[in-house]
Every structure is written in structure tokens, then in C-alpha cells.
């Protein structure tokens, strides 16, 4: 068994075959029997990218610790640079004299100036003060004291509690109703359980439940808003403002019935596949009961991925604060100035934390589909052994390269939005209409061709996870399967993303509820709104982190399942997929699927199927 960097040539396992093209695509043969056991290292070139990135990145992070300070950030400095509450060193520079002085009894930097004094040194009035009342007109913000600007709810607000004030009262509060916060996090960690429960058993019930429900929910809506159009014509007398009404409710009572004609028709086209995305629901019900340890990959994640965000923050920390203390041109102003290479470490600071987020995520889900994989294609499930172990060995010595190639394509169209959001903002006092038209134009393809692109990368893990191929093959085999079984993927994507989305809502909305019940005679309780939102901001994430696993559970068994019909006929090559899904098989292929990539014969070939 090879790995990334040893030199051992992978030979086929015994019994497998060459095609008459002298290639063995994707290692699929007339044997197989699950995920590919002797797997070689896939795309080594971006894991050696990757860890010199990494190494690209403490260099320069380490090049602006040097030359920064994270005091200049943290406490401010004067128009000298003289950072505020520290004592200052003086300089042999005589064009930098004015800086060295001691601050530390003046720990707040008071800013004021024109509205270019956030961003042109020139332009900047800064100082540091004992504390912020040394002048009328300023509040304190942090280590801060900006200009007050008389505004109604800030003002309202610093006046009546404070920042102080009102950090202590909702400290209080947390700290009063701890006991019912746990208690509620533990309900929405057993709704959670309860809803993977339902869609477990009762997948078929829950699914029509909510179809039927979007469909009587968008009739009775253009109903009633047909009728208040109706009694808004029929007004005899009506004045200008009664006619806008009217206008609205012509416009919004269209809209409705044409959402409703497209939720009808949507319904009649998928309603045979409907069925399959019940199976599946189904399907992944097993898996996770199977393995119920795939519920545990999203903390290891989640902690993953908050190590990755702090340290973009403190990095970012220090290369703002890196510089080289300069004289602003035709003032006595000093200020940091920042060169080339402090400068390029902003944009490599942030392409590096999309692309380790989004490879932090890639891992997981070449983890869940390698073990699901593995699951669904053992023919006797209590011998599965150690699915996830195992896929977690593919990962880490064979398949790291691939998740760094998919998570490098993702992170950098992110970065062009970024980028091309930042354009637009410096451009928006010069640009007109048109400029704004195609700004947005471009933003919209940008995140249309991101969310495809990390669909599709998802479903090239998964092929990796079965066959071990390099990315791009798998991404290319992915998208065949995608393209051949385009209404299923359509029914899946629609009916079951938005049921696996009213099922996070369920679990958030009914831990409130119970909440705001729990807390309505609560004594002392200043905020009520404070613990509510800490539950529900938990029953969220708990409940995203169930259904991302079960959402990348289905589309693994999806994949399986289509490559299962490709690899067998149920004849000779018996299926390995379930009874249900064999018996799904037999009624959709009875007439030819349009729309479906399938044209064989089917019928005939799964009674045998089931039956063996």
C-alpha cells in the first residue's frame, strides 16, 4: 500500500480487468466489491502547494511582527506615532523627533478630524488623552474617543445603561437563568435527535407533509391576494394612496400565482422521484444508525475551524499594525507606512483563511463519504469494521492533495468577490447606473458559479472517497452522473434541501417557544432576549451540524446509487443497493425516464434483483 510520497507502484488487485482501451477508468471492473482498497496518492502537486503556502504565510506574518506593533492597533497612536498608555523609545531620525514621548498615563487616543480621517493620515487629528472627557462632544469607544454624533439610539443608548452597564446587566441575566439555558440546549440537541428520528421512520410522511403544506400555503396566499385586489378595484371613491394599493396588489397577487403555477408544476414533473428522495432520506437513516459516530465530524470541524479563524484574526492583527513610521508630504504627521510585501500579506492573510475554512470543511466531507461508501457497499453490514477509521487513513495518506485542489478553486472565487466587492465600494462616488448594473452582474454569475462549483466539488470527493482517482477525473465522473440523473438531482436538491431547511427551523423555532415560556415569569430577568438568542443561536448550530451530515449522507448514497445501476444489471452483477432502492429502481425504469441518463432495460432484471 503506497502513500503520497513513497515511490511503490500501485498494482491492480487480483481480478481486475483492463477495458479494450488498455485502462481500468475509476478502477471500475465486472469485480467490484466496494471502495477501492489500493489507492495511490492523488494530486501531490497541490498538497506540496499547500504546505508551502502555509510556509509563504508564517514568513510573511513573520516578516510584519518584526516591523508592527499590536499596541498601534489595540491602544491607538498620536499624530507622532507615539503609541498611546506605553512609553515611547525616541528615534536618531531628526525627521522623526516628535516621536518618543511617554504616554502612559494617556491610554486613549482621541480622533477627530474631516470624514477622511479614518483613512488619510493627512487629514487626522490624533492625541492621547487621560480619559474622554478632556473635551465636550466625545464618547468612549474601546481605546477610543471618536465624535459623538448626536445620534438618537446611540445616544439613548450610552445614556441610559452605557456599554459597562449594560454588558454587566446581560451578564446578570445569563448568569440568573443558566440552569434553563442548559436545559434548553439539551431539548434542542433531543429535538435534533428526534427530527434524524423522523426522517429515519417517517421520511415518507414528513416529505408530502411538507410539499402539501408549500402548495396549500402558496394557493391560499394568491387567493387571498386576488380578493383584496378585488375590494380595492371595487372602491367607488378612491384616492391616490388607494390606488397604489390596488397597484401593489395587482403586482404581488401575479407574482404569487406565477410561484404557485411553478410549485404545481415542479410537484406533477417530480412526483414519481419524490419517492427517491423519500428512499434516501431513508437510506441515510441507516447509514447514520450505522455509524453514528458521523454525528461527532462536525465539532472536530467546527474546533478546526475556530482555530483557523482566530488565527486569522491575530495575524490580521499584526500585519495592520506593521509598518515603517513615515512624514506625511506637506505635514507634520507621522504615520505607519506599509511596503510591498506588508501589503501582499493582507490579501495572502485572507486567501489563506478561505482556503483553509473550506479545507477544513472538504475533509470532513471526504470523511462522511468514504464511510458511507464503505457502508453502502458492504453487502453484510455487520461487517463493516471501521468505516470511518478507514476513510480517515484514505484522507490523510492518499486523498489530502484533492481536498487542497477543490478547496484552492472554491477559496479563490470567494477571493474574486471579495476583491471585486472592494472595487466596487472604492468605485461607487465615480461610477454611474451602468457601472452599478454590471458590478452586480458579475457578482451574481460570481456566486452562482461558487455554489456550483462547491456542489460539484462535493460530489467529486465522494467520487475520490469510492474509486481513488485524482480530482479532476473524479469531478469529471461526478458530473456525468449529475447530468445523466438531472431530474433526480433537481427533485433531491429542491424537496429535500428545503425539507432538511424546515427541519433546522422546526428545532429553532420550537426550543424559542419553550423557551420564551420557560423565561415569562422569570424574576429579575432584565433581557429577555438575551438568553433566547444564546439558545437559539445553539439549537442552530447543533441542529445545521445533524443536517449537514445527513445532507452529506444522502447525496454520498445518491452517488453510490447511481454508480450501483452503472456497475450492475441485477442479473449476473447483483445490485448492492437496498430493497427499497431496488424496488424504486423497478417502478421508475418500467417506461423510459425522460430526463434521466438511463436508457436500459430495467424491468425483469431487479424482480430478480429483490427477490435474490
Known sequence: MGSCFSQDKVEPIAG??????????????????????????????????????IIGLFVLVGYCVVNGDVFRIVNG??????????KNEPLSDPALQCFGKDMTDKKFVQISGSVKAIVDPKHTVR????????????????NRCVPNKNDSSVKNFFSKSG???????????????????????????????????LFRYVAGVVVWLVLIAAIVTSICATIYLWIMWRQKH?????????????????TYAIISTIITIIVLLLVWVMRKRIQLVVQLFQEAGKAVSAMPLLL???????CTLAIVVTMWLVFELWIESSGYLRKVLDSDNLYYKKDAAMKT?????????????????????????????????TRNKSQLGSPIGTSFSNLVFYHLGSVALGSLLIALVQLARIVLKFLQNQLKNAQGDVAQCIFRACQCCLYCFEKFLAYLTR?????????????????????????NNALRVAAINSVGDFVLFLGKVFVVLTTVLIGTKMFEHKQGLQHVWVPLAAVALFAALVSHCFITVYEMVIDTIFICFCEDCELNDGISKPYFMSKGLMEYVENSKKVLAVGDGTNRDWSGSTDRAVNS
Request: proline share 2%; net charge negative.
Open 16 to 53: 481486475e480487468e483492463m477495458d479494450t482501451t488498455g485502462s481500468s477508468y475509476n478502477g471500475k471492473t465486472d469485480e467490484f466489491d466496494g471502495p477501492t482498497k489500493r489507492r495511490g496518492c492523488t494530486d501531490a502537486f497541490f498538497l506540496v502547494l499547500f504546505i508551502g503556502f
Open 77 to 86: 497612536y498620536d499624530n507622532c506615532g507615539n503609541i498611546c498608555g506605553r
Open 127 to 142: 492625541k492621547c488623552v487621560v480619559n474622554c472627557n478632556t473635551e465636550p462632544g466625545f464618547v468612549r469607544v474601546l
Open 163 to 197: 456599554v459597562g452597564e449594560f454588558f454587566q446587566e446581560v451578564s446578570q441575566d445569563l448568569h440568573l437563568c443558566w440552569r434553563e439555558i442548559l436545559i434548553l440546549c439539551l431539548i434542542a440537541f433531543v429535538m435534533s435527535l428526534v427530527l434524524l428520528f
Open 234 to 250: 371595487d372602491l367607488i371613491y378612491g384616492g391616490e394612496l388607494e390606488q397604489r394599493k390596488e397597484s401593489s396588489y395587482f
Open 296 to 302: 461527532s465530524t462536525p465539532v472536530l470541524t467546527f
Open 345 to 377: 500579506a493582507r490579501v495572502y492573510n485572507l486567501l489563506a483563511m478561505l482556503w483553509f475554512t473550506q479545507f477544513c470543511i472538504g475533509c470532513q466531507q471526504m470523511v462522511i463519504a468514504g464511510a458511507v461508501a464503505t457502508w453502502f457497499f
Open 459 to 483: 460530489n467529486a470527493f465522494i467520487e475520490v472517497a469510492i474509486y481513488g482517482e485524482n480530482f479532476c477525473r473524479s469531478g469529471q465522473q461526478a458530473f456525468k452522473m449529475l447530468s
